[in-house]
C-alpha cells in the first residue's frame, strides 16, 4: 500500500508561484514513476507532469517552462514548482503513483492523494 499526501495549495494571483508538495508512506522504496494530476470543475483529469527512472521528466505542452516537477528519495516527497501561474492553472491537484512494474515490483493499484486546490486568481 501506498499513501499520498498533497499540500501546498491556495489562492494566488496571475504570474505568481506556488510549491506543490506530495509526502508518500507506505511500500514507497521501489516507486520509480510518480505524477501529478490536476482536474477543473467540468474538465477531464489530466497528466500535468510526471518523473520516472534515470530522472526522466514530462510535462503537459500547456505547463512546458513554467512548471518543474522533482523528486527527494530522502524524503519520499515529490515537488512541483508552478511558476508564472495561469487562470486557467485552477484546479484540484492530485499526486499519482501509477500501477504497474517499479523496480521489478508491481504495484496493483493507482494510488492517488486527496488533492489540494490551486486557484489563480486574474
Known amino acids: 500500500q501506498v499513501q499520498l499526501v498533497e499540500s501546498g495549495g491556495g489562492l494566488v494571483q496571475a504570474g505568481g508561484s506556488l510549491r506543490l508538495s506530495c509526502a508518500a508512506s507506505?511500500?514507497?522504496?521501489?516507486?520509480?514513476?510518480i505524477g501529478w494530476y490536476r482536474q477543473a470543475p467540468g474538465k477531464q483529469r489530466e497528466l500535468v507532469a510526471a518523473?520516472?527512472?534515470?530522472?526522466?521528466?514530462n510535462y503537459l505542452d500547456s505547463v512546458k517552462g513554467r512548471f518543474t516537477i522533482s523528486r527527494d528519495n530522502a524524503k519520499n516527497t515529490v515537488y512541483l514548482q508552478m511558476n508564472s501561474l495561469k487562470p486557467e492553472d485552477t484546479a484540484v491537484y492530485y499526486c499519482?503513483?501509477?500501477?504497474?512494474?517499479?523496480?521489478?515490483?508491481?504495484?496493483?493499484?493507482?494510488?492517488w492523494g486527496q488533492g489540494t486546490q490551486v486557484t489563480v486568481s486574474s
Open positions: 507506505g511500500s514507497t522504496l521501489r516507486i520509480n514513476a
Open positions: 499519482n503513483v501509477p500501477k504497474g512494474y517499479h523496480s521489478g515490483v508491481y504495484y496493483p493499484n493507482d494510488y
Open positions: 518523473t520516472s527512472s534515470g530522472g526522466r521528466t
